[in-house]
């Protein structure tokens, strides 16, 4: 049963810490938990590379089967962004 209800723990990559210091987007136990959530429902799915969309409108692309965060984008950049590589959007 605990393993039922603790969700995986999502890494970010030295890129996606980075990247998220530099776009003011702060990561926190809360995001780190909604991430992991985000992954397990993608692998049910059978996803592999996913978009997963925050409420505070940052974006966070994940590579599922390794549970790591590859890059994340604010809002701003969202407008201008094309998404390739992706089999899945997931909202936070």
């Known amino acids: 049963e605990m393993e039922r209800t603790q969700t995986r723990q999502v890494a970010f990559s030295k890129h996606a810490l980075s990247r998220a210091e530099e776009r003011g987007i702060e990561v926190t136990p809360t995001l780190l938990e909604r991430l992991g959530d985000s992954?397990?429902?993608?692998?049910?799915?059978?996803a592999t590379n996913i978009l997963a969309l925050d409420q505070s409108l940052a974006a966070f692309i994940v590579n599922v089967p390794n549970n790591r965060v590859i890059t994340a984008l604010s809002q701003a950049e969202m407008k201008e962004s094309i998404f390739t590589n992706i089999d899945g959007a997931v909202f936070l």
């Open 39 to 46: 992954v397990e429902r993608a692998e049910a799915k059978g």
